[in-house]
């Protein structure tokens, strides 16, 4: 048992070395400049609007490049966000105004003319950082007005764009970056055409602080209108928990204490009440799963990703993923999977062992590949897929190292330690009631009470408590919309873990009422399916909120969507059955078991 404490001290220390690096990452931009001073601007990426996985170097176009691209160093979120910095051939020095300065003058070939019409059709965007902060803007524009032919369209590329930077004194503030619709090229026929490429900076002064220049970008998500559909969201969602908590511990309050009654008083009254056969299998209640080795690697890896979220959210809470910290929450997310991964070595061989299981090390290989195995899997097809498509998103090899050695170095051992402290708790499952021998026969159940329909009855209800915030998460996470109100966030969430709760334990009932006591794997099925209807939003998310296309932003999309919701699944089953199990015991305790 002295082991155990491992696994809190690596915690905190994780969490410390996080937030030291979140701060180190914003002092980077703390720059105080004189006139004149050099300050680059990094080009990052570039691709179509509606396909944020679909991203490419944004040298990748043949825009006007400087004698020497000088890449940025980048950090591990930073790659695994697809963020490729490369020096940007516009000159930006501190408070040093430009009109019209030439970049580059260029004679495009029919073949480059031909790459920037498409990208102008697939409504190509370009991303740039100065001084840490982001810019955008379209590459081009449609002319589309009184044209009902689309082979009549007019393709055209913009030259001129305007740097406007708010500056306070020695610091930057603010920068945005508008195109001139006046300054065009015409990209509509297959022919070789002269561009002459320029930029203007505009500099001007601003009395708003250093410390505040990101809330311009975590205002969007904080609009009055927003916050109204927002809270109306909590407030339904509220009203549900309440209403369904009350009704259910109403419910079952009022029939369990009918049950002790009928238990204590005449045992043999009771005999052929439906409603009371949980008492006819105590004997049987507490026996042992089916596949008891997978069932304690699910509940290790759903208690694994359960502390992962708890602490997601205390770094959220804190500030640590203010808007555009790049990277940040992949970082936090690679480092405190790693871990974390004790907890679920520790959970899951602590449980096989109260289940009599005798190969604990199988259990552990289990535990650490039951999450891992199918991400990994998912992750070389996509990154492959990226890899063919030439864009961001595939990693480079070095990445690729750095987290295998994570995963080899940290989280591996973390996992056996943990496996070992849980097989050396000697800890002995707590049933109150003795297992028989031989296990009863379930009597023939009706339909909806089988698996599948129960399932589908526990998940619905915490999902209804969460779909109008999943919309908001899925347009921060697969498109542009900028997340910050993480508080909101927290209380879905312990929504979420409430009536996931409250509707297993419920489900659990009716199933022992009706003498079927096979409910371990079918409390952990009712938690987790909330999973499923996720996964099954996804479906009505791409298809009707979105305008996401082709095949590597639909295989990233539902590629990792799938394992994201797999989580889920583990997490939520987890939480089910722990609900479930503390219902059982505590309602066998009551009564008096031959």
């Given amino acids: 048992m002295k082991n155990t404490g491992n696994c809190p001290t690596f915690l905190v220390v994780g969490v410390l070395i996080l937030c030291c690096l979140s701060n180190v990452r914003s002092d980077a931009s703390d720059h105080r400049y004189k006139d004149g001073d050099a300050d680059p601007l990094y080009a990052n990426k570039v691709g179509p609007f509606h396909n944020p996985s679909e991203t490419y170097r944004y040298f990748d176009l043949p825009f006007c490049s400087p004698d020497h691209v000088k890449e940025k160093k980048e950090a591990l979120g930073e790659v695994l966000n697809g963020d490729r910095l490369v020096s940007a051939p516009y000159k930006l020095n501190f408070r040093d105004e430009k009109d019209s300065s030439v970049v580059c003058k260029k004679k495009l070939s029919k073949d480059e003319v031909a790459f920037f019409r498409k990208a102008v059709d697939k409504d190509y965007y ?6 840490d902060l982001p810019i955008w803007g379209f590459i081009g524009k449609v002319d589309k007005e009184g044209k009902a032919d689309r082979s009549e369209y007019k393709y055209f590329l913009y030259k001129h764009i305007q740097f406007d930077i708010l500056y306070n004194k020695d610091r930057v ?14 990209l509509t026929e297959d022919k070789e055409v002269d561009a002459e490429f320029m930029y203007t900076v505009k500099w001007k002064e601003t009395d708003t602080p250093f410390e505040k220049r990101m809330e311009k970008y975590s205002m969007s998500s904080s609009l009055p209108h927003h916050l109204e559909i927002h809270w109306f969201s909590i407030i339904n969602s509220c009203v549900t928990v309440l209403l369904l908590t009350g009704f259910l511990a109403t419910i079952l309050m009022r029939v369990l204490k009918n049950d002790f009654i009928k238990y204590g008083q005449d045992e043999e009254a009771a005999d052929d009440q439906e409603e009371t056969g949980w008492k006819y299998i105590h004997g049987d209640v507490f026996r042992f799963p089916k596949y008891n080795s997978l069932f304690a690697a699910a509940l290790g890896s759903g208690t694994q990703l359960f502390t992962l979220m708890v ?15 790049r990277g940040a929450l992949f970082t936090a997310l690679v480092v405190l999977y790693a871990l974390t991964s004790g907890i679920a070595g520790y959970t899951a061989t602590s449980f096989y062992c109260q289940l009599e299981g005798k190969n604990w090390v199988r259990n552990l290989l289990l535990t650490g590949c039951l999450f891992c195995g199918p991400l990994f899997l998912t992750f070389c097809f996509l990154n492959t897929v990226a890899i063919a498509y030439s864009a961001t998103a595939a990693l480079p090899f070095g990445t690729i190292v750095v987290i295998v050695l994570i995963w080899t170095l940290v989280t591996s051992p973390l996992l056996v330690l943990g496996g070992i402290a849980g097989k050396n708790s000697k800890a002995e499952f707590q049933a109150p009631c003795r297992t028989t021998k031989y296990p009863r026969e379930i009597p023939p159940l009706p339909w909806y009470r089988s698996a599948i329909p129960q399932m589908a009855m526990a998940g619905f209800l915490p999902f209804s408590a969460i779909y109008i915030e999943l919309y908001y998460i899925f347009a ?3 498109g542009h919309r900028i997340y910050t109100i993480y508080s909101i966030l927290f209380i879905v969430f312990i929504i979420l873990l409430i009536v ?14 009706a003498e079927d006591h096979e409910w371990w794997w079918r409390s952990f099925l009712c938690g987790g399916s909330t999973g499923l209807f996720i996964y099954a ?4 998310y791409y298809f009707a909120r979105s305008d996401m296309s082709g095949f590597m932003q639909t295989s990233f999309f539902f590629g990792y969507m799938a394992c994201i919701c797999y989580g889920f699944l583990l997490m939520l089953g987890t939480v089910g059955f722990r609900a479930s199990l503390l219902f059982v015991r505590h309602i066998y305790k009551s009564i008096k078991c031959e």
Avoid: K
């Fill in 126 to 131: 370009f991303q740039m950082y100065y001084d």
């Fill in 173 to 186: 503030i603010e920068i945005s970056a508008r195109m001139d619709p006046h300054s065009l090229v015409d």
């Fill in 311 to 325: 602490f997601i959210f205390m770094l959220a809470l804190v500030g640590v993923f203010y808007p555009y910290n």
């Fill in 476 to 478: 921060s996470v697969w």
């Fill in 500 to 513: 996931t709760a409250f509707i297993t334990v419920a489900l659990t009932y009716f199933q022992l009422a």
């Fill in 537 to 540: 939003y996804c479906l009505y």
